[in-house]
């Protein structure tokens, strides 16, 4: 893998901006023609600088709020826990999960429109065979939430 040059860094600076730019209007961004940009662009993402798309939605004309519990998941087996991982890996509504140290194996973020799709949640985790307990909290509000520059991948 080499390192990237200054017209990658643009490439994935513009990305990042906006995702869903034509390769000809990236192109014209950064000098190169729409094929050119292709190549790069399949060559970034082969070589993992970019690992993914990914859709951010918002409320758009509604006033949807979204609830988020936080899921602290003790598995029976901490070594041999991957059955859990994969299971969750499936739920549309975990947008995170940390393995961690200490009392509990797993911190889960939940994110939905109702409070009662996070309890099914909550009961399909439970009920998984692999989790021995659960303890949940509700987010009451989100005070501070940011994307970190160096986490800001586009997947």
Known sequence: MRPLDHIDQQILSELKSNARISHADLGGKV????NAVRVRI???????FIKGYTIVTGAGDSDQ???TALMFVYRHDRMRGG?????????P???????MTGDFDLLVRVEATEA??????????SGMSGVRDTLTAFALSSVIRKDRPSERVIR
């Open 31 to 34: 000098n190169l023609s729409r």
């Open 42 to 48: 399949e060559r970034l993402e082969r070589e993992g």
């Open 65 to 67: 709020n979204i609830t």
């Open 83 to 91: 059955d859990v991982l994969h299971a969750l890996r499936k739920i």
């Open 93 to 99: 509504e975990v947008v995170a999960c940390d393995v």
């Open 116 to 125: 009662d799709r996070i309890r099914q949640i909550w009961q399909q985790i």
